[in-house]
């Protein structure tokens, strides 16, 4: 299976480098880890949020809402704390 992932936000590490923050999702799940150029995830962890029982009008809206804060988490957890969270 393929998994289309598209560059959210990019960010720029204590030391310099670039990691850029993307997101994917499936039917019920929308995921977010940080990358570096070469397409190797750097985080160590993905993010991750399941979206249940919401009516389909509702779900675009609620998908993009949880993209921008599971971005802002992975972001602030490789600014603050990169020695936990980031694998160059």
């Known amino acids: 299976m393929s998994i289309n992932q598209v560059v959210f936000k990019s960010v720029t590490m204590p030391s310099g480098e670039t990691v850029e923050i993307k997101y994917w999702t499936d039917q019920s799940t929308v995921y977010v880890a940080g990358f570096d150029a070469n397409g ?21 809206d609620f998908r993009k809402s949880l993209i921008e804060g599971l971005a802002d988490n992975a972001e602030n957890d490789l600014k603050t704390n990169p020695q936990l969270h980031y694998r160059p």
Do not use: E, G, L, S
């Not at 962890?45 to 029982?53: E, R, S």
């Open 40 to 60: 190797k995830q750097v985080t160590a962890a993905t993010y991750q949020a399941v979206v249940d029982d919401i009516a389909n009008d509702f779900v675009a």
